[in-house]
């Protein structure tokens, strides 16, 4: 995903929003009777959603000279799993292990610096604190592509040219903002009466960052984590223009430099993309209530 | 795949990082002079770079290698965006020391910015190298007279391939002249067959079109101005004509329907033409290869090629070639070891370089690469290719690589709209002549 | 935006001192993230700025070249249409994922076993990333190998909503999350009371559902229209910008500039121009989601 966020005002006031949250097990009105219009809906982007991945994966286990000319939606007569063969022997295991990297290191910064930042901005009342925040605001709608020549330029001169710093940093960078204003969001939610109790222990900002701040923003926390780690997973433009070599590659730039290297191989191209969603969907299927709940977060739950 | 060094993770400035915040300039990653090291070699890379990879590894273990105390690493940059890597790559301090180019206008800004090594009294004073190659192919990758490159690839002219089976079920003869072709496509659409084949989504195969029919309306002379320079050469009456005929073939529906969909890089143009839905289709000799890779049985069988044909009345040749005569190395001026890297060019006028060539299918453009064309996997075409490059009075680089990037990308874009039906012949020139 | 942040405003002088203290960390805590957001985020932003007003083509250092590059840009005609197709492909993309997440998120807010298996499925697509997804579809509407044998790319409108279509085929996942979300907090009882008075399924949808799911409605629009400036990746791969120009959204055109035609200095003032467009959207969708007004509302409840 590659989007900002804004938060909306809480339609809901504190004291309500305690009953309705989590999986209720009130049974909805509307589920008494069956709704046709709706069924008939669903089922049409069922398929919209289910036609195109059947298609991938049909031809990506098709060999090359029989996906030529053939109809797409037939499934494969004789299925072979060299493509995917192919794939793995061109360096794909080398680029995953690469954004991995990426993705882990971009979590890492953000956290790290957005957390105390939006302590600081929620907590402290001083002109500084107000415009650090004010600053982030700002960034929000800001697409990272427009800075893509002067970041180039940077880059360049800093010798980082062609390495995976080059593309972490300011992937961070532009995830900050969105990370900020969801810490933000759920740090308000903290109470001014937990900060007295731990004062009147005598906790200093630091341990209440440690024991209070980061327990009560988990939820957060979590959005961020897997928000910015979106950004790493989607993020193309970046290695496109500060990486050159096999090396610092990671998974989007390599899918993408398949189009010329298997450029007559739709069908290898098209296992790489297969390939290139099984690390996620399997993320996805061990922990699909954490990715769902902390992405219903960069909502504004 | 081979092993990473530590610096791709890092990059060559973590420490510049730290100490610098500024944007002072950290000086480039390689000084110049002749000390000893291992130096870098960019390249184009698609299936044929086995060529170049046996290169380096028969100059690495060789004398010459030893005596220049260095070793060449080949960085093989995926096809599509290489222009954009290489300039980028030369803009930062880990530039490559060779790189390959298709001369002219695409090194033209690196020559102007002081960043390749001037080869011309190099090439002059070493027999291997002056002798080594065909003299036209030679001159054209010189900017202003001077040498930057050494050939390093096989030639590859525009040809016309035809299908061969089709053509004798409608009783048809490859077409010498444009008269000759517009009946042949008017037989063809009778019987249901679209005539070329086209990939449009890459705009090249388009710009293939008007590169030959400016050449056999008005003479090479005509994108030689532009080429220089000059772009109210675009003005030139044989620009307008050969728009005028290019649009006139589309609405006649030379090209089916859906050509803008169709793709040459990945597979489409060439599986019509394979498949007989097309009968003819006009690309760079590589279209041998690729049909022999994809569709064996029609590239042994069915597979036809002639010359474009001539234009009644027009004053190009029909002996005049466009394509890309060869592909270059050229040296970057920040090399740290310019007696490796001149070494390792070296190398492209052996003969086991020239026979690699050959066997990958390539014409090499060396001078003795006639007598080894025996030994390529269709000797005839080879042949045919050789003779047609070897004769031609004239000899045009393909416009994109002709011009500077700069006007390049705008060109490709007219084209484009030109065939898709977003301007007018008229409007078409009027937007070229605006281009500098 | 001067409303984001309310500095010290003596609310709390009633207070004992050590609870005006309590966790109230130095502002200075803020000073890593803001240090690092403002070298890789905003000095690039500054840098354009500078490089709109020079030559560069990436080869050895910009050359001063005053206004040219800003008199380039107001004459160009491409800038007209890229703005044109920019905002054009953001509201109909705005409109195609609204409706469809709307009625898929209202539809998996109910609690039956098959809409939460088929939502599952329905999320799939979200876990590619854009640059596969984009690939995915160049292969499918390839009219060789496709299951689309049709000049899809070839017109201008199949290729704008090929545009369209890919964006929200990616996107429409996570909206229909938050709507899904959203629909789950609307109590229970102001069905029952429409059902009491006789209000069929439609009409508590119409009367009900989409009044309170206007707030939702409003974050998730904010993220489909920041997001839209992002389709780069899908451009690049299905159109590189065409036909002709057709497509060529502003990220794409400053692309072209900079790493086609290698004018960075052109680049640059695109870069600029869209800098000062996207942060005059920030400031806007700041103001109307009311995002500014929070933080003196929330604070101290």
């Known amino acids: ?301 | 795949m081979e092993s990473y060094s530590r610096r791709w993770f890092l990059g060559a400035g973590a420490t510049t990082l730290v100490s610098a915040a500024g944007l002072t300039a950290c000086g480039s990653g390689s000084g110049s002079g002749g000390s000893g090291g291992t130096i870098t070699a960019f390249v184009y890379g698609d299936d044929a770079v086995k060529v170049q990879a046996k290169a380096v590894s028969r100059f690495n273990a060789s004398a010459a290698a030893k005596k220049a105390e260095g070793k060449v690493k080949l960085e093989k940059v995926p096809g599509s965006d290489y222009p954009a890597k290489l300039r980028t790559a030369m803009g930062s301090p880990n530039a490559p020391d060779v790189f390959f180019n298709w001369g002219g206008g695409s090194i033209k800004a690196y020559k102007e910015a002081g960043q390749l090594v001037d080869l011309t009294d190099t090439i002059k004073s070493d027999p291997v190298l002056k002798d080594g190659f065909l003299p036209s192919v030679l001159a054209a990758g010189a900017l202003g007279g001077r040498n930057y490159g050494i050939p390093m690839r096989g030639m590859q002219p525009v040809i016309l391939f035809y299908n061969k089976t089709l053509f004798a079920e409608h009783k048809l003869q490859p077409p010498t002249t444009w008269d000759h072709l517009l009946d042949i496509n008017a037989k063809l659409k009778k019987a249901n067959i679209t005539p070329f084949a086209l990939g449009g989504a890459d705009i090249w195969p388009e710009l293939m079109w008007l590169e030959y029919l400016v050449d056999r309306i008005g003479g090479p002379e005509v994108f030689d101005k532009i080429k220089n320079g000059d772009s109210s050469g675009w003005g030139d009456p044989a620009v307008l004509k050969a728009a005028e005929t290019v649009k006139q073939l589309i609405d006649d529906g030379a090209f089916g329907k859906g050509f803008s969909s169709v793709a040459y890089t990945n597979g489409g143009a060439p599986a019509v033409f394979a498949k007989g839905k097309a009968a003819m289709h006009l690309m760079g000799s590589w279209e041998y290869s690729t049909q022999l890779g994809k569709f064996p049985d029609f590239a042994k069988k069915d597979l036809g090629w002639c010359a474009f044909p001539k234009y009644e009345g027009g004053a190009g040749d029909i002996r005049n070639v466009v394509g890309n005569p060869t592909n270059y190395w050229s040296v970057n001026a920040r090399t740290s070891n310019k007696d490796a890297a001149l070494a390792f060019l070296r190398d492209c006028a052996s003969e086991s370089y020239a026979r690699d060539l050959v066997a990958n299918g390539d014409i090499p453009t060396t001078s003795n690469a006639a007598k080894l064309l025996d030994a390529s996997p269709n000797p005839g075409f080879a042949k045919f290719q050789y003779q047609m490059v070897q004769q031609a009075p004239a000899f045009t680089l393909s416009w994109d690589q002709a011009v500077d990037p700069s006007s390049s990308t705008p060109m490709l874009t007219e084209i484009n709209k030109l065939f898709v039906g977003k301007s007018t012949p008229a409007r078409f020139v009027a937007a070229l002549k605006e281009l500098k | 935006m001067s409303t984001a942040v309310t500095p010290g405003n003596g609310r709390r002088a009633g207070r004992p001192g050590k609870g005006v203290r309590a966790g109230r960390p130095h502002a200075s805590w803020a000073l890593p993230a803001v240090l690092f957001f403002t070298f890789f985020a905003v000095v690039p932003m500054a840098l354009a700025f500078y490089l709109s007003f020079t030559k560069w083509n990436g080869l050895g250092d910009p050359q001063p070249a005053g206004l040219a590059n800003w008199k380039k840009l107001l004459d160009d005609d491409r800038l007209t249409q890229s703005l044109t197709v920019t905002v054009l492909l953001t509201v109909v993309s705005w409109a195609f994922q609204t409706v469809v997440s709307l009625l898929l998120g209202v539809w998996a807010a109910g609690r039956q076993r098959n809409r939460a298996v088929l939502s599952a499925v329905f999320f799939v697509p979200f876990l590619l990333s854009s640059t596969a997804i984009s690939l995915l579809f160049y292969a499918l509407l390839d009219p060789n190998f496709g299951i689309i044998h049709r000049d899809t790319l070839g017109s201008t409108s199949g290729a704008f909503l090929a545009i369209v279509f890919v964006g929200g085929w990616q996107f429409i996942p996570f909206h229909t999350l938050i709507y899904q979300g959203g629909a789950r907090q609307i109590p229970e009882v102001l069905y029952q009371a429409a059902a009491i008075d006789g209000a069929g399924r439609y009409r508590q949808f119409f009367s009900i559902t989409l009044p309170q799911l206007r707030n939702t409605a409003t974050t998730s629009g904010v993220l489909m229209i920041v997001g839209s400036l992002t389709y780069f990746e899908t451009v690049l791969i299905l159109t590189q910008g065409g036909p002709g120009t057709d497509t060529a959204i502003l990220p794409y055109l400053m692309y072209e500039a900079g790493f086609k035609s290698y004018d960075f200095g052109y680049a640059s003032a695109i870069a600029s121009f869209l800098v000062v467009a996207a942060t005059a959207l920030s400031l806007l969708l700041v103001r109307l989601t009311g995002f500014g007004a929070m933080r003196s509302t929330r604070e101290g409840m």
Not at chain 1, 68 to 80: F, I, Q, V
Not at chain 1, 102 to 115: R, Y
Not at chain 1, 138 to 161: D, E, R, W
């Open chain 1, 1 to 301: 995903m590659s989007h900002g966020t804004l938060h909306r005002p809480r339609p809901v006031r504190a004291a309500e929003r305690r009953t309705p949250a989590g999986p209720s097990r009130v049974r909805r009105h509307w589920t008494r009777r069956p709704n046709p219009l709706a069924g008939i809906g669903s089922a049409v982007w069922l398929a919209v959603v289910i036609v195109p991945i059947y298609t991938m994966i049909s031809i990506s286990l098709t060999s090359q000279d029989k996906a030529l000319g053939n109809n797409a939606l037939k499934p494969p007569t004789d299925p072979t799993l060299d493509n995917y063969n192919t794939v793995l022997h061109n360096g794909f295991p080398h680029f995953l292990l690469n954004t991995v990297i990426v993705a882990a290191a971009v979590v890492a910064i953000v956290l790290v610096l957005c957390l105390p930042l939006s302590y600081v901005a929620v907590r402290s009342r001083t002109f500084w604190s107000g415009s650090a925040f004010r600053l982030f605001l700002l960034g929000v709608a800001i697409p990272a592509q427009a800075v893509v020549v002067p970041l180039y330029l940077m880059i360049a001169k800093l010798n980082l040219y062609d390495s995976l710093v080059a593309v972490i940093l300011p992937t961070a960078a532009f995830a900050m903002p969105v990370s900020v204003l969801i810490l933000t969001g759920t740090l308000r939610d903290i109470s001014e009466e937990m900060y007295e109790a731990m004062a009147l222990d005598g906790a200093s900002s630091t341990r209440m960052l440690f024991q209070l701040v980061i327990p009560m923003t988990k939820g957060g926390i979590s959005t961020v984590v897997i928000y910015s780690a979106l950004q790493a997973w989607n993020n193309f433009l970046f290695p496109l223009i500060f990486t050159q070599s096999d090396g610092p590659r990671v998974l989007t730039l390599g899918l993408f430099n398949y189009v010329s290297q298997f450029g007559v191989n739709i069908p290898a191209l098209l296992a790489s993309v297969v390939l290139s969603g099984i690390p996620i969907f399997a993320v996805y299927l061990v922990a699909r209530r954490a990715l769902v709940g902390g992405l219903m977060g960069v909502g504004g739950k």
